[in-house]
């Protein structure tokens, strides 16, 4: 099983952005825990803060892989480009958040993107991902059933 993993917006800045909302673990140290728990799973990683190299390598990718775990940070709430590309792909996209968004200011409360989603994870920090790709897993499951 292959899935992409895609984070936009300042989460490169993870571990030291915002630590009592984000936490002070860098992706990259959480993605080789992931990596070690998934053994049998492709976790590929991608990140940018620019939202047409995320539309780009969603269509890259999104035809080849199983599934796309994307937090798309504050792009979440503004972007219909990014809604128009997650409903032109086949691989079902997982919404994630790290941070409770609904518990935050109202501007979080409205994604742009959950309705072409297969499904919204937010609120565990982290684990958010996880917890993502356990859905991935349990949708390849079904569609082989
Ligand atoms: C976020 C929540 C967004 O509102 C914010 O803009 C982010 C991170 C999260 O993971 O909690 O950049 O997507």
């Known amino acids: 099983m292959k899935i992409q993993i895609i984070n936009g917006p300042n989460l490169n800045l993870l571990g030291r952005r915002e630590p009592g909302i984000y936490g002070s673990s860098s992706f990259d140290d959480y993605l080789q825990k992931l ?3 998934y053994p049998d799973v492709e976790i590929n990683y991608y ?10 390598k969603m269509q890259q990718i999104g035809f080849s892989c199983d599934g796309i775990v994307l937090n798309a940070g504050a792009y979440t709430h503004t972007s219909i480009a990014l809604q128009d590309c997650i409903r032109s792909l086949q691989a079902p996209v997982i919404e994630v958040h790290i941070s409770n968004v609904h ?9 742009m993107i959950s309705c072409a989603c297969a499904g919204v994870i937010c609120g565990f920090g982290l684990d958010s991902y996880r917890l ?7 949708l390849a499951t079904q569609a082989a059933e």
Do not use: M, P, T, Y
């Not at 990140?47 to 780009?56: C, F, H, R, T, Y």
């Not at 518990?103 to 994604?111: A, C, G, L, P, V």
């Not at 993502?132 to 349990?138: M, N, R």
């Open 35 to 37: 990596r070690a728990a």
């Open 47 to 56: 990140q940018s803060n620019i939202e047409g190299e995320l539309i780009d």
């Open 103 to 111: 518990k935050r200011e109202e501007f979080r409360h409205h994604s």
């Open 132 to 138: 993502a790709v356990e859905a991935l897993k349990g």
